[in-house]
């Protein structure tokens, strides 16, 4: 028997599974369901509708004391030119200060919802954050998956996930939506990448923005109003202070998005370059007790979600010592070799 027509938007109401994944107050539901939507993409219309009703934002009447109002007006009147009087109440036989009086009450309603307002704006906001160290992958509410890197963040608004904000480095492929070509945007300090459907990397460490097109064709708009666009197998790089477009082909000595498996990968390339890496991802200085320290050429793989065994790993390959002190790294000789 098809099944398919059981989720309808009902089915997914009714279910408090699904409720808890869309509020994001269950591990083991939010789990399950995020496996589900990733599996089952021709729901997601469904799943996103469903979804915003049960987060959809409820309005409760708010009713103001009279206390509240006496309080507010003594702040207010003031202000505009008039004064509260302790001694005898507003009467009727002042009706030119009882129009000012409920006047003031609007002022103080209209503030307290523009507050209000305010408040709901903020959360209208989602964002997600890195650890130092730490990696995740994250599926979009259109079904774009997000690999985040450590010391990394991205955030978008609720009603358009697919205008994304990004600190940090990540990796996108891109969920295309044939049925309506909509767009995708990265954007960050430097500029803002727009595609379709694809995958690509993002770094906007080291005071400029990096982008390295794997798959798909991806189109560049940078903060001066250059436009350019890609071609797979391409890094291109741009800082907005230097005002300087950098074009190059990814070669197996470009280390850029080969952290996504929880392991740097390198061929021949400078300490100094592996280092930069974990000052990054950790949020750590490295300092050297000599300069020829930094190229010392490095290959293969580095463990790059654990600090301890990272830095391990760097010292059996180059034959250093690392000394971690605090939040610095020293990198020095290591008398053995």
């Known amino acids: ?93 002042r009706p030119l200060n ?22 709901l704006n903020d959360h209208n906001t989602i964002t997600h954050k890195t650890n130092f160290g730490e990696i995740i992958d994250l599926k979009l509410p ?29 990796y996108f492929k891109v969920k295309s939506i044939p049925s309506t070509n909509a767009k995708f945007w990265v954007t960050t300090n430097d500029l803002k990448v727009e595609v379709l459907g694809t995958q690509f990397h993002v770094n906007t460490r080291e005071q400029k923005t990096n982008v390295v097109l794997d798959e798909g064709s991806i189109h560049l708009e940078f903060k001066n109003g250059d436009v350019t666009k890609m071609i ?39 300490l100094k370059d592996v280092m930069l890496n974990l000052e990054l991802t950790y949020g750590l200085e490295v300092r050297y007790s000599s300069d020829h320290l930094k190229d010392i050429p490095i290959s293969g793989g580095i463990p790059n979600q654990n600090l301890k065994i990272c830095i391990a790993a760097i010292e059996k390959a180059t034959g250093t010592r690392i000394i971690n002190k605090g939040n610095i790294l020293q990198v020095q000789e290591n008398p053995i070799y």
């Open 98 to 119: 009882k129009t000012i009086y409920f006047s003031a009450a609007a002022i103080v309603l209209i503030l307290l919802s523009w507050t209000s307002l305010s408040l």
């Open 142 to 170: 259109d079904g774009t998956s997000v690999v985040l890197n450590g010391n990394s963040e991205i955030f978008y608004e609720k009603d358009n996930p697919r205008l994304i904000n990004l600190k940090g480095e990540a």
């Open 232 to 270: 797979p197998g391409e890094m291109v790089s741009f800082s907005n202070k230097s005002n300087e477009v950098v074009h190059k082909k990814v070669t197996v000595e470009t280390p850029y998005a080969l952290w996504r498996g929880g392991t740097y990968a390198f061929n021949e390339i400078p």
């Open 1 to 93: 028997m098809d099944n398919t027509n059981k989720f309808d938007l009902q089915y997914f109401l009714s279910d408090m599974s699904f409720k808890n994944w869309a509020k994001g107050l269950n591990k083991n539901d939010i789990a399950y369901w995020n496996s589900w939507v990733q599996h089952n993409p021709k729901h997601i219309e469904t799943v996103e509708n469903a979804k915003a009703i049960v987060v959809g934002i409820n309005f409760k009447p708010q009713f103001l004391s009279n206390e509240k109002v006496d309080q507010e007006l003594s702040k207010i009147l003031p202000k505009i030119g008039l004064k509260t009087s302790t001694k005898q109440p507003l009467t009727k036989t």
